[in-house]
């Protein structure tokens, strides 16, 4: 799922991908465990709230690698488009 990032429509970082959440985009939500838990705990709330799942990277280079950034993302969702 997490090679699905490099295609599909996306919003990446905290902000965003809670937003996505908490107005029915999202469909998928990513999180790296290396992040800050302060940091991300709004949007692991948002889905836990939602039922949205959480699928979790071991660290934040991976996920922005996924997301086809160059610098590391705590967060990011594929939304709907």
Known sequence: MLDQLKTAPK?????????AVLTGEAVAVFAARD?????????????ESAGLP???????????????????AACAAIVNA
Not at 11 to 19: A, M, P, S
Not at 35 to 47: F, T
Not at 54 to 72: F, N, P, R, S
């Open 35 to 47: 992040a800050e838990k302060r940091v991300i705990a709004p949007v692991v709330d948002a889905c």
């Open 11 to 19: 919003v990446v970082g905290v902000k965003q991908t809670r937003k």
């Open 54 to 72: 959480v699928t979790w990277t071991d660290t934040m280079a991976e996920l922005g690698q996924a997301c086809g950034i160059a610098v590391g």
